[in-house]
């Protein structure tokens, strides 16, 4: 995989940052071979970047981010219900 390792390297020297390796993930998207193995990377079948869930299909992706969405908001949304200040009458 020289071609990956070149892309991190270029990265690397853009950026000024360094690419954890202990910390990655690979993630096989679409029909990616994950038998060769890169960097003594694992795969997985998700992997989460700024809060989105990513998967190897785009569906799955769209499914899993936006079920986690409706079920945070549904559950903020009845925090809140409980909590709204109740005036009494006068």
Known sequence: M??????LRCFEEAS?????????RALAIGPWDTSVWSMDIPYH?????????????????????????????????MENLWEAPFSEAN
């Open 2 to 7: 020289p071609k990956i390792q070149e892309a």
């Open 16 to 24: 000024g940052a360094k690419v954890n390796i202990g910390k990655s």
């Open 45 to 77: 079948t998700e992997a989460k970047h700024m809060g989105f869930h990513i998967m190897s299909k785009l569906q799955e992706s769209a499914n899993k981010s936006w079920t986690i969405t409706e079920t945070n908001s549904l559950s903020y949304s």
